[in-house]
C-alpha cells in the first residue's frame, strides 16, 4: 500500500521569504501523481500543485514549486515570497496512475501547518 | 458553476442517532469518494464509486454506508454513529480514471456525543 509522510507538523515563515515543506513517498508504482494541497481555515481543498512522476521536470504554479526526486520518493513544495494568504495546512497526497482498482485514491500525508508571520 | 455541494456543514449528534450528509456533485462525473480528516492523520478515504450502484470499501469503512442511486448523488451514511466518528467530512469527484483533478466539496463538521 502506498504511504505519503509529512515530517514537519507545523512550519513557520516570515513575510516575503522562502519556505519549503517536505513530503516523502512509499510505492511500488512507476506512473503515478503528486500532489500538494492548501486547506485554509474555510477548510475547503486547494490544489496548489500536481506532479506527474514520469516528468522529470519540477512542476511550477507562480511562487510554488516542487522538487521532486524520484529516486528517492520525494515531493518538497517551495513556497517564494510568502504571503499572508499562504498560511494554512498543506496536504502532501499521492494518486496512482489511470488503471486499476484504486479509482482515482487519494493517499493524503498527515499535514503541515504554515504559519506566514508579518 | 461547476462544483461539489454537502449538507449539513456542520452537525451535532448523539451516539446511535441515524444521520445521512448528502453530496451532489453538477459535472457529471463517474467518479465520487468520501474522505474523513483527522488531526495528525491527514485525510482517509471512507467509500468510492465508480458510477450508479457500484461502490467500494475504501481505507476506513467500517460504520459507514453509501449509496450511489443517481450519478450526481452519494450520500455519506451513518446508521449508528459512534464518538469516534466525530471528524470532518469530505466529499470529492472526478470525471475519469486519467483525470488528475479532484472537486472536493466545502467539508461537514461532525460531532458525536
Known amino acids: 500500500a502506498q504511504t505519503v509522510t509529512q515530517s514537519q507538523p507545523e512550519m513557520s515563515v516570515q513575510e516575503a521569504e522562502t519556505v519549503t515543506l517536505s513530503c516523502t513517498y512509499d510505492t511500488s508504482e512507476s506512473d503515478y501523481y503528486l500532489f500538494w494541497y492548501k486547506q485554509p481555515p474555510s477548510r475547503q481543498m486547494i490544489l496548489v500543485i500536481r506532479q506527474e512522476a514520469y516528468k522529470q521536470q519540477n512542476a511550477t504554479e507562480n511562487r510554488f514549486s516542487v522538487n521532486f526526486q524520484k529516486a528517492a520518493k520525494s515531493f518538497s513544495l517551495k513556497i517564494s515570497d510568502s504571503q499572508l494568504g499562504d498560511a494554512a495546512m498543506y496536504f502532501c497526497a499521492y494518486r496512482r496512475w489511470a488503471g486499476g482498482t484504486s479509482y482515482g485514491k487519494l493517499t493524503f500525508g498527515q499535514g503541515t501547518i504554515l504559519t506566514v508571520h508579518p | ?113
Open chain 2, 1 to 113: 458553476e461547476a462544483q461539489v455541494t454537502q449538507n449539513p456543514r456542520y452537525l451535532i449528534t448523539v451516539t446511535g442517532k441515524k444521520l445521512t450528509v448528502t453530496c451532489s456533485q453538477n459535472m457529471n462525473h463517474e467518479y465520487m469518494s468520501w474522505y474523513r480528516q483527522d488531526p495528525g492523520l491527514g485525510l482517509r478515504q471512507i467509500y468510492y464509486s465508480m458510477n450508479v450502484e457500484v461502490t467500494d470499501k475504501g481505507d476506513v469503512p467500517e460504520g459507514y454506508k453509501v449509496s450511489r442511486k443517481e450519478k450526481r448523488n452519494f450520500p455519506l451514511i451513518l446508521e449508528s454513529p459512534s464518538p469516534n466518528q466525530t471528524s470532518l467530512y469530505f466529499c470529492a469527484s472526478h470525471s475519469d480514471r486519467s483525470s488528475y483533478e479532484q472537486y472536493f466539496g466545502p467539508g461537514t463538521r461532525l460531532t458525536v456525543t
